[in-house]
T-cell receptor
Framework: DTAVSQTPKYLVTQMGNDKSIKCEQN?????MYWYKQDSKKFLKIMFS???????INETVPNRFSPKSPDKAHLNLHINSLELGDSAVYFC??????????????FGEGSWLTVV | KQEVTQIPAALSVPEGENLVLNCSFT??????LQWFRQDPGKGLTSLLL?????REQTSGRLNASLDKSSGRSTLYIAASQPGDSATYLC???????????FGAGTILRVKS
C-alpha cells in the first residue's frame, strides 16, 4: 500500500532516447513534485504541480516535461537523454494548506542511468 | 540564494550513545524546516517538521530544535540504535509551498 509509488525503479537507456517515469499518490494530496538527486547526493526540486497546475518550474532543460493527467498522477518525460541526466529522480506529494505543516511524502526513487 | 549545510558529513557511534546532527542555513526567512531520513535504495521519510514560529519538535527518541535568527537547527537522537543507521537530511522551505532546499546530509552509522 505504497503512498507514493513511481515506476520504473531502475532504468538504463542510451543517449538520445526518450523515456518516462510515472508517479502516483494515493494520499489524496493536491500537490506533487519531482526532485532530482545527483551523484553528489544533493536533492533539488525540478517541478511542482498543484491540482494539475504547474506552480514551480526550476531551471530545468526543456527536454524535461512533466505531465499531470489528474492530481493523483505526475509523470516525467525526458527527451533526447544525455549522460548528465543520470541521477535518482524522486516523486513526492503533500497537501498545500496555509499555516499547516505541509509534510512531504517521497516515493522510493527511480534510478536513471544513461549510457 | 538559500544554502543548507550539514555537519558532520558522516558519523559513527556505538549503540546507546546520544548524538546531535547539525544543520545551518544562510537565509533565515524560512517557512519551515524538515528533517528526513534516507535509507540506501529508498526514498525519504519525513521525521520532524518545525514551523518557523516553533522552537522544537519531538517524536519518540528524536528532538529537533530551530533557531531561525541564527540559521541553525539540530536533530538530537537519544539512545541510538543500529536501526537508526541512515542518511539524515535537513531541508528548509523558504515560502508557502514545498520548494525545499536540501543539505547534503549526514551519514550515520550506529554500531552494535
Amino acid at each position: 500500500d505504497t503512498a507514493v509509488s513511481q515506476t520504473p525503479k531502475y532504468l538504463v537507456t542510451q543517449m538520445g532516447n526518450d523515456k518516462s517515469i510515472k508517479c502516483e499518490q494515493n494520499l489524496g494530496h493536491d500537490t506533487m513534485y519531482w526532485y532530482k538527486q545527483d551523484s553528489k547526493k544533493f536533492l533539488k526540486i525540478m517541478f511542482s504541480y498543484n491540482n494539475k497546475e504547474l506552480i514551480i518550474n526550476e531551471t530545468v532543460p526543456n527536454r524535461f516535461s512533466p505531465k499531470s493527467p489528474d492530481k493523483a498522477h505526475l509523470n516525467l518525460h525526458i527527451n533526447s537523454l544525455e549522460l548528465g541526466d543520470s541521477a535518482v529522480y524522486f516523486c513526492a506529494s503533500s497537501l498545500q494548506r496555509p499555516g499547516a505543516g505541509n509534510t512531504i511524502y517521497f516515493g522510493e526513487g527511480s534510478w536513471l542511468t544513461v549510457v | 540564494k538559500q544554502e543548507v549545510t550539514q555537519i558532520p558529513a558522516a558519523l559513527s557511534v556505538p549503540e546507546g550513545e546520544n548524538l546531535v546532527l547539525n544543520c545551518s542555513f544562510t537565509d533565515s526567512a524560512i517557512y519551515n524546516l524538515q528533517w528526513f531520513r534516507q535509507d540506501p535504495g529508498k526514498g525519504l521519510t519525513s521525521l520532524l517538521l518545525i514551523q518557523s514560529s516553533q522552537r522544537e519538535q519531538t517524536s519518540g527518541r528524536l528532538n529537533a530544535s530551530l533557531d531561525k535568527s541564527s540559521g541553525r537547527s539540530t536533530l538530537y537522537i537519544a539512545a541510538s540504535q543500529p536501526g537508526d543507521s541512515a542518511t539524515y537530511l535537513c531541508a528548509v522551505n523558504k515560502e508557502y509551498g514545498n520548494k525545499l532546499v536540501f543539505g547534503a546530509g549526514t551519514i550515520l552509522r550506529v554500531k552494535s
